[in-house]
């Protein structure tokens, strides 16, 4: 059975950093591309950041450009998301993504993803 496992959310100050994790099990883990998406109440979900099979290519979404880091950890079978520089509009619940992808590529669309985490909430505030 697949299972997408995620930590590392909790609550922090406008400002500071924290790194989620997503631990994969039941994949061959460099088949799949990962995401990063984030819901918060009356929303859907949001594109956060996506990472190619092979970790070379990745994308982020424009208000976490240049604050947030993916990457992956093959021996691990982990993807992280360093986040960094964190404010009032980065709270949400987050939650990592699985797609099975035949060729290198990174994957923005929700609907395209094959499995999904459970989900870890991020709060940001003083």
């Known amino acids: 059975q697949v299972q997408l496992v995620e930590s590392g959310g909790g609550l922090v100050q406008p400002g500071d950093s924290l790194r989620l994790s997503c631990v994969a099990s039941?994949?061959?883990?460099?088949?799949?591309?990962m995401g990063w998406f984030r819901q918060t109440p009356g929303k859907g979900r949001e594109f956060v950041a996506g990472?190619?099979?092979?970790?070379?290519?990745?994308a982020y979404a424009e208000p976490v450009q240049g604050r947030f880091t993916i990457s992956r950890d093959m021996a691990k079978n982990t993807m992280y998301l360093q986040m960094n520089s964190l404010n009032s509009g980065d709270t949400a619940v987050y939650y990592c993504?699985?797609?099975?992808?035949?060729?290198?590529?990174?994957?923005?669309?929700?609907?395209?993803?094959?499995?999904w985490g459970q989900g870890t909430p991020v709060t940001v505030s003083s």
């Open positions: 993504a699985a797609e099975y992808r035949p060729r290198i590529a990174v994957v923005r669309s929700y609907d395209e993803y094959d499995y």
């Open positions: 039941g994949l061959t883990f460099s088949d799949y591309a």
């Open positions: 990472i190619s099979r092979s970790g070379i290519s990745s």
